[in-house]
């Protein structure tokens, strides 16, 4: 009969507190990258109207002086 003990894992068994503090940092992750991809959409959109605003200018300008 053997007498070995089993062999035991080297990983290190996460604590409460590291789990959530995991969690967190998974967290505030994805919130800066909610808030960057707002931020590009906002500087998009942003773009395009001033874009068509000039267009808008450029179109009335031709007609009115045309």
């Known amino acids: 009969m053997s007498t ?3 062999a035991v894992k080297s990983h290190a068994v996460s604590t409460t507190e590291d789990v959530h503090a995991n969690l967190e940092a998974s967290f505030a992750e994805v919130v800066r ?5 707002r931020q590009r959409a906002y500087q ?5 109207l001033v ?3 000039n267009y808008l200018e450029r179109s ?7």
Do not use: F, H, Q
């Not at 998009?44 to 395009?48: G, I, K, Q, S």
């Not at 009335?60 to 045309?66: D, L």
């Open 4 to 6: 070995r003990k089993p």
């Open 33 to 37: 990258l909610i808030e960057r991809a």
């Open 44 to 48: 998009a959109v942003n773009t395009e």
């Open 51 to 53: 874009a068509s605003d």
């Open 60 to 66: 009335t300008t031709t007609i009115v002086s045309g």
